[in-house]
């Protein structure tokens, strides 16, 4: 009969299974080239004009020789990795494992498995230099603060994080203007000029474009993964 305290003596040797994502994940993405990570809705149905942007946006990536990261499953996953398919490159899939919503889509040429979310979102941010934020639930928010947390606190680059979609996200940069910046001082006049808002998929992709063009690939390993 196991007691409460089996989850934590088995800790020592749960780090070699979290070791061994980030070896096969670090090894498979260190050889796939500069990237753009795409995230969205697992919700998002074919038919929706946001699909549709996504397969666009990178289709335009794939086109211009930029691999394509997206969770790997369904909605905005399955449009980014289809657009990259479509544009003849790498259609990265960092697939997880969830009770619901999450399973592989067919447009995904480079699988990779997960079983843990710190691993996979190290992955999401390491090897990326732009992310594109459709619109999406609790794991799109997750992302982008993540993300634009490591951007203001200087531990990755300034990459371009370019939300798609002014109707979906304006209430929330009305309200972090209003709440977080105007009235209680808690992040800088600045801070929200670390994202660029569109609505063009053409758009997005030059945005990644002329910063590729400006700063080049990456030389230097972020302080955050350092």
Partial sequence: MSDG????RE????IF???AEFVDSFQTLSQAGPAVTIFGSARMRPSDKYYHAAVAIAKGLAQHHLAVITGGGPGIMEAANKGAAQGGGKSIGLNI???HEQAGNRFVNLPLHFHYFFARKVCFAKY???FVFMPGGFGTLDEFFEIITLAQTERIPQFPLILFGREHW???LRWLKAELQDKHKFIS???LDLVKVTDAPQE???IILDYERRVGHPTVIPKAFA
């Fill in 128 to 130: 990326s230099l732009g």
């Fill in 189 to 191: 006049p600045d801070d």
């Fill in 17 to 19: 299974r979290i070791m």
């Fill in 170 to 172: 304006s209430g929330l």
């Fill in 11 to 14: 800790d020592p040797w749960r």
């Fill in 204 to 206: 997005a992709v030059e």
């Fill in 97 to 99: 494992e969830l009770p």
């Fill in 5 to 8: 305290n089996s989850f934590i």
